[in-house]
């Protein structure tokens, strides 16, 4: 295994240099004008502090934008996000079950999960349930590579996601009055429906959306008795839910403005649980959180510009597995986060302070279970030769329930070595951390209080370039290293009990190549090709004690190679998808002796546009897992066979 790796290793890197040398020789033999008529457009970046262009940031970055968001199959953030290549979904079932995220070879919680630049992550555990998050209210998403704990503190370590939401600037929104509605009837006897209403009024604009789901969720799988496959169907894996959410946007002139972000979220669902081949118990899970972000922005200049955020969530959690089970869950989270802008010719800084109080009210932690975080960063920007741009950041949180402070830092470079080729390379390095969570902490007679921090050393770097062969394509190649330490590990104790201790160490050495097509070929037609090769070497470096088997094994449930392809074409009123994803060999177990087999899976979807006077619909048919593939994401947790969505939208 180890010499494939090491043969792995020598392929990219041979790649890597090729690609740049015919990248480099491929651009000189255009002119000026063609390569910047294929040049990426400047989308603007807001996750990094810094509004930067795509291409000028040290970190990679990949955009989710509008368009594709729609082209995807699904109606929350998790099927989003499982056709990026940047990351990997953990899944235990078909949506809404639990779905978390890994983002270079780390787990979800090492993974910063922002709405509008709002950290949600959540206090108790680090983490954030996916599903919880519905598609309908996001205009991009920014996936962020490797750490940003020097900018946004606790979790940021592996990468960052930073969802936008659909704000409309009342001085360039035509639209005085829409109205949106749609309805959908799928497999599993799965129904929903969803209104959206936006409404512009002088300076102001609000818009309110709403959308419910059902399921009986009862999904056939083929389960694996040890000697035979048998066809079955998922059990206790009802739900319902709904979402409602507002956004609002208040310009007083053009140098001032406050959004005002406020969404609550329900879910009722059954949990089946890991199957074992025998019926699961009756286990049901109850979610109602509710997020609300003020954000005010105030433009003194062009030089100085001051903003703001204020965030209340109230996020409650039931769970039960009857009649032995009754959990329940509040976590209240308020933050405050003022930050100063400074910009110059050739140099930009930023200035900001945070303070966050979170507590959790639980059956299961003990009562002191509350923290108050206060925070100092200032991040710099400069561009003082034409080619090359420089980043800094440096960052101090303080934890008072830890009595800890956590200082971090990073720099970074973007380099654009000639004027005529389109050709960035990128590098940034730092050192972030995670701070331990209020389950770590505080869970009855089972928390640790004096877990320290975890923390880690990240390494980046990489290339984007544009060329042009017969049609314009974009390419980039990323490696990311991730040294991780005093990892928080549970470990059963000589009372029977596990415990948290900062135990753990692992290794990420991580390979990314990306390589995107958007071209119009006439009035008609349009074709979007986006493909990504992720090679994940992540392992546990320590023994958690003498003659550990596991140390230097890779980490569980991360395959050692995923593939993403999507296939997007428009012609006229028609729209034809395809999506397929390539999840490689990976281990259940931290010794890597059961390992899970491969397994490839096409998703698609067609959709049919028409307009009757001021009257658009849209018809779409989405089927998912075409190929009718026999696969699970976590051992035991059995994924969906092949399924049908059919969805109406009606625009006025």
Request: net charge neutral.
């Amino acid at each position: 295994m180890f010499s494939e790796v090491s043969s792995v290793r020598k392929k990219i890197s041979c790649l890597f240099f090729t690609s740049l040398f015919l990248l480099s020789g491929n651009s000189f033999c255009q002119s000026n004008d063609t390569l910047k008529t294929y040049q990426l457009d400047n989308i603007i970046v807001t996750a990094t502090k810094f509004n930067t262009d795509l291409k000028s940031s040290p970190n990679k970055i990949e955009i989710i934008d509008a368009e594709l968001i729609n082209n995807f199959n699904g109606n929350r953030l998790p099927e989003i996000l499982n056709n990026s290549s940047s990351v990997y979904i953990k899944s235990y079932g078909a949506t809404p079950t639990l779905k978390t995220i890994s983002f270079n070879g780390l787990g979800a919680e090492h993974t910063l999960i922002l709405v509008d630049g709002v950290k949600i992550n959540s206090f108790q555990n680090g983490q954030i349930d996916l599903s919880l998050i519905p598609k309908e209210n996001i205009e991009r998403i920014e996936i962020v590579n490797n750490g940003m704990s020097s900018i946004y503190g606790s979790e940021a370590i592996g990468g960052t996601i930073n969802i936008i939401t659909n704000y409309k600037n009342p001085f360039y929104n035509d639209d005085n009055f829409n109205v949106k509605a749609n309805v959908g009837l799928g497999s599993f006897n799965t129904s929903r429906y969803g209104l959206t209403f936006n409404k512009r009024l002088n300076n102001f604009n609000i818009n309110v959306f709403y959308d419910y789901e059902k399921s009986d969720g009862n999904f056939e799988y083929y389960f694996n008795n040890g000697s035979t496959s048998q066809l079955k169907d998922r059990e206790n894996a009802a739900y319902n839910l709904y979402d409602f959410g507002i956004n609002s946007q208040l310009f007083f002139n053009n140098t001032n403005k406050i959004n005002f972000y406020s969404t609550f979220s329900y879910q009722n669902k059954q949990v089946p649980g890991i199957e074992t081949g025998t019926p699961p118990s009756k286990t049901n899970q109850k979610d109602k959180n509710w997020n609300n972000i003020i954000s005010f922005e105030k433009i003194f200049s062009d030089q100085v510009i001051l903003k703001a955020n204020f965030n209340f969530q109230n996020n409650l959690q039931n769970y039960q597995i009857k009649p032995v089970t009754n959990s329940n869950y509040k976590n209240i989270v308020a933050s405050f986060a003022p930050e100063l802008q400074l910009k110059f010719s050739n140099f930009d800084l930023i200035t900001g302070y945070s303070f966050a109080y979170a507590e959790l009210k639980s059956n299961e932690v003990e009562s002191n279970s509350r923290r108050n975080q206060h925070a100092l960063f200032i991040s710099t920007g400069s561009s003082a030769l034409d080619n090359l741009k420089l980043f800094s950041s440096v960052r101090v949180d303080h934890f008072s329930d830890l009595k800890k402070n956590a200082l971090t830092s990073k720099i970074g470079l973007n380099y654009k070595p000639f004027e005529k080729i389109d050709l960035n390379i990128r590098a940034n390095v730092g050192n972030n951390f995670r701070a331990p969570t209020f389950n770590d902490l505080y869970w009855k007679e089972s928390g640790n209080p004096d877990l320290k921090p975890e923390g880690s050393f990240n390494f980046e770097t990489g290339f984007t370039s544009g060329i042009v062969f017969f049609i314009p394509i974009q390419f980039d190649f990323t490696y990311t290293h991730i040294n991780a330490k005093n990892k928080i590990m549970w470990i059963p104790q000589r009372n029977l009990l596990w415990t948290p201790i900062n135990i753990a160490s692992s290794e990420s050495n991580n390979y990314l190549i990306n390589i995107s097509i958007n071209q119009k070929l006439n009035e008609q037609i349009n074709i979007r090709f986006n493909s990504g090769l992720n090679l994940i070497n992540s392992k546990k470096t320590n023994e958690s004690f003498s003659g550990d088997p596991s140390k230097d094994k890779y980490l569980p449930y991360l395959p050692l190679q995923a593939v993403k392809l999507g296939l997007m074409i428009d012609y006229d009123l028609a729209s034809l998808n395809f999506f397929y994803t390539h999840t490689g060999k990976r281990f259940s177990d931290f010794e890597n002796i059961k390992s899970m087999k491969s397994f490839n899976i096409l998703d698609g979807n067609i959709s049919f546009k028409l307009k009757f006077w001021e009257i658009a619909s849209t018809l779409k048919l989405e089927v998912n897992n075409i190929t009718n593939a026999d696969y699970q994401t976590i051992s035991g947790y059995p994924m969906p066979l092949r399924n049908y969505f059919l969805t109406l939208s009606i625009n006025y």
